[in-house]
């Protein structure tokens, strides 16, 4: 009750009338669209109590001063700057849980998501009862712009990816452009894998009941001023949330990672041996060297892949290459005595071989994890 006294006492220099609508917007040097952004949504969303929120990776580009100049003559627009992180995702995620409103858009900051779309997306959870409203490219009235043939197609396939392995049929789950009743944003939000650029894919499949979707067509406009960050990480960081939100539930993605760059280690082991071996090595040289640079190829592999959100930079390298080493070592001492234990239980070779194998990996996963990248 006292809220509501609280909100109508005229001596609030502040806008009257209730948030109904928060719109979250994920930047990364996007200084040159930040104004007309607020400009636009300030006409579209006039006679709404709404503000707007800027998730800002503390650009170099100095997105977060020009967004709190502009906050200090209006109240309508907010900046969350993070330093030291990156991620859209994460960006959106903590977007929404920074503001108050019931409803919350999700756009991006480079004015290519076109806000004419905005008060629909809104009315269809406020006025139709949608749990999440979201904004396609791929039904009648929507469009990509002016896309190439290239891009197109791979987004399309992306899209039919992400349909197959999240069983969702909504027609455009990678945009990037949606709103969400707080609610349902909220029950998903425990399970959220937070990973990469799809965070409404991200909701869509951690929800623990069906959202109700409305789905409000509209066309992906042209980038005018600043670039893109789309990119080789951004695809595999796409890769990697239909992995965590499939497979995941059984297996923790990064112990896929890891067994996946042991797996390419043999390779490399054997290839070693090989040349080695050609060169008049005895069989003993050659396999300690081929062992030496199949453990430095899992290092450096695992450091730029498996723990890229934990890698190891300038001198730190040599020490978790050292450490790296001595945890491998150990690992071939598991590995073997497990195998040969198995071999007098088991008359099948390869069941214990497997077996050395497994339980030498995962002690390497495990240790090296809690070792050479701790956090
Ligand atoms: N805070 C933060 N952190 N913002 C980011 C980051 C980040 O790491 N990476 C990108 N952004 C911001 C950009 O500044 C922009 O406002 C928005 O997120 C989208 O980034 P773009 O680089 O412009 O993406 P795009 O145009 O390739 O992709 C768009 O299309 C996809 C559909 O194919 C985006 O709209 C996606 O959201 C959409 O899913
Ligand atoms: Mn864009």
């Known amino acids: 009750m006292r809220h509501d006294r609280f909100l109508a006492d005229p001596i609030l220099p502040v806008d009257t009338l209730p948030l109904e609508v928060a719109v979250v917007v994920p930047t990364l040097n996007e200084a040159a669209n ?3 952004l607020i400009e636009r949504l300030s006409v579209v969303l006039a006679g709404r109590g709404w503000e707007v929120v800027f998730v800002d990776d503390n650009s170099p580009d100095g997105t977060s001063d020009l967004v709190r100049r502009i906050g200090r003559s209006s109240r309508h627009v907010r900046v969350v700057q993070r330093v030291g992180r990156r991620g859209l995702s994460s960006a959106v995620i903590e977007g929404i849980l920074a503001t108050a409103a019931p409803v919350i858009a999700v756009m991006d900051g480079d004015l290519q998501h076109s806000e004419d779309a905005l008060p629909r997306l809104i009315d269809a959870i406020e006025k139709d009862g949608a749990e999440i409203a979201v904004g396609t490219r791929y039904v009648d009235g929507g469009g990509t712009g002016d896309w190439d043939r290239g891009r197109v197609r791979m987004s399309r396939l992306a899209t039919r990816a992400g349909q197959i392995a999240l069983r969702t049929d909504v027609s455009d789950p990678m945009s990037g452009f949606f709103a969400v009743r707080r609610d349902a944003f909220e029950r998903a939000l425990p399970r959220l894998s937070a990973i990469g650029f799809k965070i409404l894919l991200d909701i869509l499949a951690s929800s623990p009941t069906a959202l109700k979707v ?3 067509p ?6 005018e001023a600043g670039e893109s960050k789309i990119g080789v990480r951004v695809i595999a960081e796409y890769a990697e949330l239909i992995a965590d939100k499939t497979i995941g539930r059984f297996i923790p993605v990064r112990l896929l990672k890891f067994l996946m760059v042991g797996g390419l280690g043999v390779f490399v082991h054997l290839a070693v041996l090989r040349a080695l071996l050609g060169l008049g090595d005895s069989f003993l040289t050659a396999q300690t060297g081929a062992v030496i640079v199949a453990i430095a190829f899992n290092f450096f592999l695992n450091n730029s892949f498996t723990y890229a959100d934990r890698k190891l930079q300038g001198w730190r390298v040599l020490g978790g290459l050292a450490s790296f ?8 001492v598991a590995n073997i005595g497990i195998g040969t234990w198995m071999a007098g239980h088991d008359e099948r070779w390869w069941v214990a071989g497997v077996a050395g194998v497994l339980v030498g990996a995962i ?4 240790m090296s994890s809690a070792l050479t990248w701790r956090k």
């Open 34 to 36: 930040v104004e007309k």
């Open 214 to 216: 409305a789905e409000v």
């Open 218 to 223: 509209y066309t992906f406009r042209t980038r």
């Open 325 to 332: 080493y001595a945890i491998s070592a150990l690992g071939a």
């Open 363 to 366: 002690w390497n996963f495990a």
